[in-house]
């Protein structure tokens, strides 16, 4: 799977953020990759294990929809 970026970006409050999110199978087990920060700069990153492919993917749906909630577009 290609990783999915959204970007949420507005000059008049200076606020130009990414959050990034992919799935990959470490070791056998799958695990939903987060990483989020300002754009430019070395951001945050987070890493959930799941046991099954179908677990994953629905985390990474929930979270892609509460970030274009707030604002954060591809």
């Given at each position: 799977m290609?990783?999915?970026?959204?970007?949420?970006?507005d000059d008049?409050?200076?606020?130009?953020?990414?959050?990034?999110?992919?799935?990959?199978?470490?070791?056998?087990?799958?695990?939903?990759m987060r990483e989020w920060g300002r754009i430019g700069s070395n951001g945050r990153m987070r890493s959930v294990p799941f046991a099954t492919l179908q677990?994953?993917?629905?985390?990474?749906?929930?979270?892609?929809?509460a970030k274009e909630r707030r604002g954060?577009?591809?």
């Open positions: 290609n990783a999915i970026i959204l970007y949420r970006t008049g409050k200076r606020m130009h953020r990414y959050y990034r999110m992919d799935v990959l199978n470490l070791c056998g087990e799958w695990c939903f677990e994953v993917y629905a985390a990474l749906d929930k979270q892609r929809k954060y577009s591809v």
